[in-house]
């Protein structure tokens, strides 16, 4: 991910979205404090909050129990939605050591941001896992991109939503899609999620 979030709209002009960080480290990336690109919140009448922005590390290994966030902003007192979440990305050479917490959520509003996606890779994965997890609260559909997807699995929760609209395609091999309480996944008219393997496992569907 290589965007900055998009900012926040109110009568007076718009908050900021979230910035973008790049860490590239050929051994270890050590981390025990905290690493933001949240998006800032609605400080005007009416003025919904920033989107995250994006945060991609690579490294040999990644380790310790520190914090990276890439969340939306919340809304002004008086109104407004919350900013989307953003992107994050962890790639590293070795199976991940890190404890501590990962989040790219949606901020609070009159309509809660939709949330970020989460994306790490090791080197067992020919492709990766992508998560989305909006913190318990159902918010704006997160919508793919135009480019196909190719992931080994995706983790929906927590309110989250992965919306798959027209011309959009994801594909999972083998399809291992997770939708633990509270998430969900809409494909619309025109939409692919497929995949390439015949054997299909769904922990929970509504």
Same mark, same amino acid.
């Given at each position: ?27 270890? !990336?050590?981390?025990?404090?905290? $690493? *933001? ?16 922005? *994006? ?27 919350? /900013? ?8 590293? /050479?070795?199976?991940?050591? !890190? ?8 901020? *609070?509003?009159?309509?809660?941001? /939709?949330?970020?996606? $989460?994306?790490?890779?090791?080197? *067992? ?28 699995? +995706? ?22 899609? +997770?939708?633990?309480?509270?998430? /969900? $996944?809409? $494909? ?13 496992? !769904?922990?929970?569907?509504?």
């Amino acid at each position: 991910p290589v965007d900055l979030g998009s900012g926040g709209s109110h009568h007076s002009g718009s908050e900021r979205g979230g910035g973008r960080i790049h860490v590239e480290v050929g051994g270890t !990336f050590h981390l025990d404090g905290v $690493v *933001s690109a949240n998006g800032k919140n609605g400080a005007y009448y009416a003025g919904g909050g920033g989107s995250g922005g *994006s945060i991609w590390i690579e490294a040999g290994v990644i380790e310790g129990a520190g914090a990276l966030r890439a969340n939306g902003g919340n809304r002004n007192n008086y109104g407004g939605g919350g /900013g989307g979440g953003g992107r994050i990305a962890l790639y590293c /050479g070795e199976e991940g050591q !890190f404890t501590g917490t990962i989040a790219a959520y949606g901020g *609070s509003g009159h309509t809660y941001g /939709g949330a970020g996606t $989460v994306y790490h890779k090791t080197p *067992s994965q020919e492709y990766g896992t992508l998560v989305l997890d909006n913190n318990g609260h159902a918010g704006t559909g997160t919508q793919t991109v135009p480019t196909p997807w190719h992931l080994d699995a +995706v983790e929906i929760r927590d309110g989250a939503e992965l919306l798959v609209i027209d011309g959009h395609e994801v594909e999972i091999e083998p399809l291992e899609l +997770v939708l633990p309480d509270g998430g /969900g $996944v809409r $494909v619309r008219d025109g939409g692919v999620l497929r995949s390439a393997h015949s054997a299909y496992d !769904f922990d929970r569907v509504d």
